[in-house]
């Protein structure tokens, strides 16, 4: 049984830093790509940023370039999304999701993390 929790979300001030913490259980985060979503009420979840499990992180969202950062640490089995700078725009639900680099590709959720931002 794959199981993803996230952690470390809640109510910053403008313009401090926050680090998300995504624990994996059922699956080694070393063998699958592990990516960061976040998602508004209303909205279409969003795509943040990812890790493949070779350790590329060049593929993330051209809108939060500069600002997060994407790092696992194999040994806890955890990934983590490194958000600086925080603005009130990054307020969401962020969720981690793991994805299976071999057919069929399946992908898992956690339940989500949630980040208010306030001004």
């Known amino acids: 049984q794959v199981q993803l929790v996230e952690s470390g979300g809640g109510l910053v001030q403008s313009g401090g830093p926050l680090r998300l913490s995504c624990v994996a259980s059922?699956?080694?985060?070393?063998?699958?790509?592990m990516s960061w979503y976040r998602q508004v009420p209303g909205k279409d979840r969003e795509f943040i940023i990812t890790?493949?499990?070779?350790?590329?992180?060049?593929n993330y969202s051209d809108r939060v370039k500069g600002r997060f950062a994407i790092s696992r640490d194999n040994a806890k089995n955890t990934v983590y999304l490194q958000i600086n700078d925080l603005k009130p725009e990054d307020t969401a639900m962020y969720y981690c999701?793991?994805?299976?680099?071999?057919?069929?590709?399946?992908?898992?959720w956690g339940q989500g993390t949630q980040v208010t931002v306030s001004s």
């Open positions: 890790i493949t499990s070779i350790g590329d992180r060049n």
């Open positions: 059922g699956l080694l985060i070393s063998d699958v790509a």
């Open positions: 999701n793991a994805k299976r680099v071999v057919a069929p590709y399946t992908a898992y």
